[in-house]
């Protein structure tokens, strides 16, 4: 189980980083703006810089992977549900990634 979800945080962490520089992307332009109210929290405006984006980006995706194998060792069923978590976290990342390409 902990191979699965060291595969699924790798994954992960790849889509995510699609997900980031995509943002960075769309963001040159300036009628673009973060529409995610979630990131908008996390990056504290809707244009974030691209350090805003990488550095918050991926503490929130590796405080994620570290709770994640926390606690798939307290529970194994647990574990394989943080899998299916991940992998389709990284599918919406993906789609964000495809919508955010599309809009340069």
Do not use: C
Not at 52 to 63: A, E, H
Not at 65 to 88: C, D, N, Q
């Amino acid at each position: 189980m902990i191979t699965a979800l060291a595969i699924a945080s790798i994954i992960l962490l790849a889509s995510s980083f699609l997900d980031g520089v995509s943002t960075v992307v769309a963001l040159r332009n300036p009628v673009n703006i973060e529409l995610d109210p979630v990131m908008v929290w996390v990056f504290g405006t809707n244009r974030p810089t691209a350090s805003t984006i990488y550095v918050r980006g991926m503490s929130v995706i590796g405080l994620e992977i570290a709770l994640a194998f926390l606690l798939a060792h307290a529970s194994h069923p647990l574990g394989y549900l943080l899998v299916a978590g991940g992998l389709v976290q990284s599918g919406i990342h993906v789609w964000a990634a495809i919508q955010n390409f599309r809009l340069k």
